[in-house]
């Protein structure tokens, strides 16, 4: 529901802009892409301990595999936050290729 309405008002944003290209660009030029990330994705902080708690590890049983998990976590927790998304970002983006 809140993404159809947000996708309805920007078509009716868009249906409602002027004809002319420079008014046109300059009405959208405050929009920021990062902007609009933050409408339609939110501005969450990704923990890494919730990060953790909440990814499908299985398979990755053996002391040594868990170990590493271990390990993976604990630098990802050296991220930054922007680092932190554009990790999930790629990792989301992969899985849609596979799947």
Do not use: C, M
Request: avoid cysteine.
């Amino acid at each position: 529901p809140q993404a159809s309405a947000f996708l309805s008002g920007l078509q009716d944003t868009a249906y409602h802009l002027p004809e002319e290209p420079r008014l046109r660009r300059a009405f959208l030029a405050p929009l920021l892409l990062e902007d609009l990330n933050r409408i339609t994705a939110g501005e969450s902080v990704l923990e890494p301990a919730d990060w953790a708690r909440h990814t499908d590890v299985a398979g990755f049983e053996s002391p040594e595999e868990k170990g590493s998990l271990d390990l993976f976590w604990q630098l990802v927790a050296e991220y930054s936050a922007e680092d932190r998304q554009r990790l999930l970002q790629v990792r989301a983006a992969s899985k849609r290729r596979a799947g």
